[in-house]
């Protein structure tokens, strides 16, 4: 048995390449089909109505293409959309917050001193913070645990930018981070698909030992489980990767290379309306 | 005789509110319809076809509002657009990159030493200095004037964010103004709504001197221009305001007040679609 369908991810713009790239890496013999909605990102300082909106269409584009599940590798489209995601999707839908908790409180457990809970932090965009999605995540995973939100819009326009670790980052990262540095949490969510770029300048701004958790891991290993092996590709030939987008330009090409690590492949131009 | 039509003002976001007041100063016997696609900003960071495609959308609009002329507020909008826009305006339209470049001509005579010119730089959005917009516009009035162009993509979010003058705000001026401090431009254009916000920081990062030009003045004169006396309202009554958006939210209420310099007044949501 081996299904020949395309696994769907969606991100409002280029970030989630990392989800696909640990989604390829882990499901090397699957065919991904990558939607980034970059003529209307960012998504992270717009409404929840308005990103429900985007969402939706976007995903129905991808179920349109047959699609045997869908990633939504955006952490706001996750934090704010899921529900109407999943409510229109007959595959199966993963999102990436939900790892993300997953991922911060095992690694919050891990570092509790012995009677103790350390607090969680979590980085996200406005909206993302807005909506408290990680705070009930993991609420919901460990309750009692302290959770924190910082909003660092900053940080998005920087990865993009390519500082991530001058002085405009640094300084960014101070101002935004002063608050968690003093605030006992040993485990910090990069809840933002932006921000593992700035994973350095992050650090450089937090205790030493601090854990950073990247949810792009834990979900490439969310979506290997919803999909029983009835539903794998099988292991003919390695998979192939087509990447679509809404917009693009030049900076885009630059800004997708920034976090693929590599030029990024070619893109192909899709309108959604 | 006396036209009672509003005047329609249109950008991608809120920073056109600051040409919304220069024509309110101008002339305060004008109703005033203000138009700014939040759902899709920003435009600057975007490709020529998918501002041009967003802009028709958002003049159709507003000229199904029966506006009796068109202010084109953005920047990148007046510099990638204009030319769609005035083809499908009945009513006169007005850009900012035209009054803009007329503006950095005159200021740069003014401080031209005896038969030298002193080149003019303009600071503007990826999508606006690739379209070499305000070079065209410059070297049209004064042929053989240099000109510089110097995208600065963090002055959006900077504004936005109310970091005008942190460390961070002069960290990104100090690294993206060093080739114009060091070019002897004496005339810098502020070639985005947002970047008149960060103008302290900005001079900090240039010469003593350095004259820097925002276009929401002129612009505003340039819409008395194209307004006949038949064309205006009359003197009865101070005129009104309308600020209309695609997307609201707090944070975007709060971007509005920093322009506005005062709390955003009522913000009505819209839909394009």
Redesign the interface.
């Known amino acids: 048995m081996s299904d020949p369908r395309p696994i769907g991810l969606f991100d409002s713009g280029v970030g989630g390449l990392t989800v696909l790239e640990a989604v390829a890496r882990r499901m090397p013999f699957e065919d991904l089909l990558y939607l980034g909605d ?3 990102l960012p998504y992270g ?3 929840p ?2 990103v429900r909106r985007y969402a939706r269409r976007a995903i129905g584009f991808l179920l349109a293409q047959d699609v045997k599940a869908v990633v939504v590798a955006c952490n706001t489209a996750s934090a704010l959309a899921l529900d109407a995601i999943e409510e229109m999707s007959p595959v199966p839908v993963v999102g990436v917050v939900a790892p993300g908790a997953e991922a911060a409180v095992a690694a919050a457990r891990a570092s509790d001193p012995a009677g103790q809970r350390v607090p969680i932090a979590v980085l996200a965009t ?2 993302t913070v807005v909506s408290d999605a990680y705070g009930h995540a993991i609420r919901a995973l460990d309750p009692g645990r302290d959770v924190t939100h910082t909003a660092c ?2 940080f ?3 990865a ?2 390519g ?1 991530t670790e ?3 980052a640094r ?2 990262a101070a ?1 935004y981070l002063a608050d968690v540095a003093r605030s006992g949490a040993r485990v910090v969510v990069l809840g933002c698909t932006h921000y593992p770029l700035l994973a350095g300048t992050i650090a450089g701004a937090l205790p030493k030992g601090t854990v950073l958790v990247d949810s792009a891991e834990t979900a490439a290993r969310a979506v290997e489980a919803a999909l029983p092996l009835a539903f794998r590709r099988g292991e003919a030939s390695h998979g192939s990767t087509r990447l679509l987008v809404t ?6 090409r630059r800004v997708a290379g920034r976090f693929l690590g590599r030029p990024a492949a070619d893109l192909t131009l899709v309108d959604l309306l």
């Open positions: 970059t003529a209307r300082t717009k409404s109505e308005t406005e909206a819009p900053l998005v326009p920087l993009e930018e500082w001058n002085e405009v300084a960014a101002l917009d693009a330009s030049d900076r885009l």
